[in-house]
């Protein structure tokens, strides 16, 4: 494969922002045709610069790119587009209301349909995809959208393909199939870029893997016969512990914190979003619910929340908090009976916060009465915030700063900084680690398992990161369909591909 | 948090620049020399006494139901109402003021109280259509303004009409219910130091209870407020109360303030401080002080320009075309402020912005 032509080749790259935010010192990177090149790092290594700048979205300060080996100059996506490569973005370029073959229709000069409808059928056999072109691309599950978005790309002929950590909407076996597609196409001659912070993708498919961090390159290696803990040491550049659950828990004689009986949940259209759900967490636990997106885990967390919207009711059921019915509450008439519950919603970094306020109002949030009841006490928070900040690490310019000026990460930090420090008997979180680096996801699991352990706090985790799950859970439920199934192993132990079997809906 | 400060003061500076020389040119098409014009509306609002407290009665009510404003939008919640509610709230004090005579210490807190009262639970029927019946409040605050408009003419030529009186109005207020002069030469009366105080108190409620980061909360993100645990409709309704109340009071320090009485209420420049409160409170980025700055602007330029018009031949309207240029400035900076500012940042400190996006601009 050594041999193929280079079909990217980008030489010292540099990039600041601003005066003194070095994004990318110096960079080089090389893609051949015919291969998979990851490009691995955590958030804010300079993945994402390096790639914008390849994709025309930013300009480079310094360096050249080259592209088939003539130098190019992309000042926009078009260029990069006409030059020959795709990029699949993590947020789709789709419009939701229309067809697939309309929406590879958009990404195309041709105008007539007819010839649209035969080049996408040629691409379909070719590539060996099977989609339904008629369909509105907003009735497809996540993962086919993906794949109308990869399928414009090869449409256009691009040869280049670049993935934006294309597997965070992914599941098991969804992951799986994307990986083994990406090394067909790397075979029939393309040249994949594949960006990741997951160790194990990136392990799996990489002929080659260059690692970034700081901004700088630190190494680029060969895919076969690289090291796990070498690859995590590069990217992270110092030792560090995988944190996972000590030794089974005897939880039988636990205090049941949270109890769900039968609980039965409908939507607007009088359609069970949730249906006769039963599962109880007790105190010290950590029981995680599995499932992917759209199987009703919103509409669960919501409703023992407090926060669901009014279109969706109860039915039937009963949600019981530290022994008192707390069935069909709001979030404030929960507050009302004085019993509090900590909570990292979904979408966290856009709704967990208040983006145009400031750091420190933020870390007040939900927290309302730690800090008086009709004057704030600024001077304690402002205390509390100093030692949230240093402790969860946060990066933020000051406390006044507003938080729309922080990066996800770092917003995520805030909501957990506030959330997991609030002490409460019952923490409910859903999907905490999208946007984390693997240091803070590292850190987040070591909080979790420590609040279980030494303040008997229990925890729901909602996730479709099955890894994260395993790694800190007591037991385990999966949610599909509506219906949550609690898990029984076969011997004891979490198994990978019993629980993708129960996601997707096998037996 | 300067250099936000200081790109938003030079957007407002901009702002005031372009109307400037909208009117400019418009003096020209009247025929009067746009720098002497602008030199006698300066002169006129502050290089005589009476300017000065021309200019200040009319920054009182503005600066009242600029505050209104701030609290209604710093929710979310586009109360547009601020004249209905003035007028509310004039019918209110005058209802006390005219009808129940009592000592003055008690006549005058009671008739602000009315006023208050009056003016938030006329804002209140907007809170409520829009917290339990999600009907959009401008356009409920909008049309609210002419119910009170035309109740307060109605009262003031029909049952609570005066005949005895010149003007069509009520009866001149007993003096108990009057605000005293600052001094006998000049028309600015106490009510400036209820301006003030409310000026302090919603500082504080905005930035010292936790009502006030509440308010905060919700009129930063809806989802994010029901996550904070906020009682969304409750919450709604009671800013309005809030809102509506420092609007009413408005109403209550003109009747008992300026004209001791209730009278037709569709003369031009009250008619506008509902609106003009909106520029005030957009041109103090929905603050209680740059609400207070801003009013005292606007009141300078009233009283300035009532003054051009007694000097030089020019139409009472032009005032009014003025004025709403720069309220149409000021919403406008309002809506495209993140531009705006990404723009100046650009101009002022270099080639990008510098925030801590920059530092993790990775995937």
């Not at chain 1, 000590?246 to 009088?270: H, M, P, R, T, Y």
């Not at chain 1, 229990?458 to 949610?479: K, M």
């Not at chain 2, 009057?178 to 030469?185: Q, S, V």
Request: aromatic share 8%; glycine share 10%.
């Amino acid at each position: 494969m050594s041999t193929s032509a280079l079909a990217i080749e980008m030489r010292q790259i540099r990039k600041v922002y601003g005066r003194d935010v070095v994004a990318n010192d110096g960079i080089d990177f090389d893609v051949r045709f015919g291969e998979v090149h990851c490009l691995l790092g955590e958030n804010g290594a300079g993945k994402s610069t390096l790639m914008k700048i390849l994709f025309g979205l930013v300009q480079a300060d310094e360096g050249e790119i080259f592209i088939n080996g003539n130098p190019v100059k992309f000042l926009s996506p078009s260029d990069a587009i006409n030059g020959g490569i795709g990029m699949v973005h993590q947020q789709f370029k789709l419009v939701p209301s229309l067809t697939v073959l309309e929406n590879i229709a958009l990404g195309l000069n041709e105008k007539k349909l007819g010839k649209i409808e035969s080049e996408f059928g040629r691409v379909c056999l070719e590539y060996d995809v099977d989609i339904d072109k008629n369909k509105k691309v907003k009735d497809l599950p996540a993962h086919e959208q993906q794949l109308v978005e990869i399928l414009k790309l090869l449409c256009l002929g691009q040869k280049i393909l670049i993935f934006d950590e294309p597997t965070s909407i992914l599941v098991g076996e969804q992951i799986q199939q994307l990986l083994k597609r990406l090394k067909e196409w790397a075979k029939m001659g393309h040249a994949v870029v594949f960006i990741s912070h997951k160790m194990n993708e990136v392990l799996e498919v990489g002929d080659r893997i260059s690692v970034l961090r700081n901004g700088k390159k630190v190494a680029c290696v060969e895919g076969d016969g690289i090291e796990r803990d070498k690859l995590i040491e590069l990217m992270v550049g110092e030792d560090f512990k995988e944190y996972k659950r000590g030794e089974e828990k005897d939880l039988s004689s636990a205090e049941k914190i949270l109890q769900v009986d039968n609980l039965s949940v409908k939507n607007q259209e009088n359609k069970f979003v949730l249906e006769d759900v039963s599962f109880s967490v007790r105190e010290g636990e950590i029981f995680g619910i599995a499932g992917i997106q759209g199987n009703g885990q919103d509409a669960l967390v919501e409703v023992i929340t407090g926060t669901n919207p009014e279109s969706i009711r109860i039915t039937d059921g009963k949600i019981e908090l530290e022994g008192i019915n707390i069935t069909g509450f709001t979030s404030s008439k929960i507050e009302s009976k004085k019993i509090d519950l900590g909570y990292i919603p979904p979408k966290a970094k856009d709704i967990g916060v208040a983006t145009t306020l400031s750091v420190k109002e933020n870390l007040l949030l939900r927290g309302w009465s730690q800090y008086g009841n009709v004057f704030v006490n600024w001077r304690k928070l402002y205390k509390r915030a100093d030692e949230l900040i240093e402790k969860y690490n946060i990066s933020v310019p000051s406390k006044e700063a507003n938080v729309s000026t922080l990066s996800g990460g770092n917003r995520i930090k805030i909501i957990l900084a506030r959330e997991l420090s609030r002490q409460t008997k019952l923490l409910v979180i859903f999907d905490p680690c999208t946007g984390l680096d693997v240091k803070s996801i590292e850190f987040f699991k070591k909080n979790l398992l420590e609040l279980a352990k030494n303040n008997n706090t229990a925890i729901l985790l909602v996730s479709n990161d099955l890894d994260l799950l395993f790694d800190v859970c007591d037991s385990l439920g999966v949610i599909f369909r509506g219906k949550v199934l609690p898990y029984q192993s076969s011997d004891g132990s979490f198994k990978m591909d019993e629980i993708t079997n129960m996601m997707t809906g096998g037996e | 948090m300067g250099r936000k400060l200081l790109s938003e003061l030079i957007s407002t500076l901009i702002i005031i620049i372009i109307v400037m020389i909208a009117a400019s040119l418009l003096f020209m098409l009247a025929g009067i020399n746009p720098i002497e014009a602008i030199r006698l509306i300066i002169y006129g609002a502050l290089g005589r006494t009476r300017g000065i407290s021309e200019s200040l009665i009319r920054a009182i009510p503005i600066t009242l139901i600029g505050l209104s404003v701030t609290i209604a939008f710093r929710a979310g919640l586009w109360n547009v109402g601020g004249q209905g509610q003035f007028y509310a709230g004039a019918i209110g004090a005058s209802f006390i003021a005219l009808f129940f005579p009592m000592t003055r210490i008690i006549h005058l807190p009671l008739l602000f109280i009315a006023a208050f009262i009056t003016g938030g639970i006329y804002a209140g029927i907007a809170g409520f259509l829009r917290a339990y019946m999600r009907v959009n409040e401008i356009l409920s605050t909008l049309m609210l303004n002419f119910i009170t408009l035309w109740l307060t003419q109605y009262l003031a030529t029909g049952p609570w009409s005066d005949p005895g009186r010149i003007i069509v109005a009520t009866a001149f207020f007993p003096d108990s219910a009057r605000l005293n002069r600052l001094h006998d030469t000049v028309r600015v009366h106490q009510g400036l130091y209820l301006a003030l105080l409310c000026v302090g108190i919603v500082f504080v409620i905005l930035n010292y209870t936790v009502y006030g980061q509440k308010l905060k909360v919700l009129g930063a993100n809806l989802t994010a407020a029901k996550y904070a645990k906020i009682n969304i409709k409750k919450k709604i309704v009671t800013i309005f109360l809030l809102s509506g109340g420092f609007a009413g009071l408005a109403g209550a320090v003109e009747v008992s303030g300026v004209y001791y009485c209730l009278r037709n209420g569709a003369f031009p420049i009250e008619a506008g401080y509902g609106f003009i409160g909106i520029g005030a409170a957009l041109m103090g980025m929905l603050t209680p002080v740059g609400t207070l700055i801003s009013a005292v602007f606007f009141g300078i330029l009233i009283a300035g320009s009532s003054y051009l018009k007694t000097v030089v031949d020019l139409h009472g309207h032009t005032v009014n075309f003025i004025i709403g240029l720069l309220i149409i400035g000021m919403v406008a900076r309002h809506l495209f402020r993140p531009k705006i500012q990404k723009f100046l940042d650009k101009v002022l400190f270099g080639k990008k912005e510098l925030t801590e996006r920059g530092t993790s601009s990775g995937s």
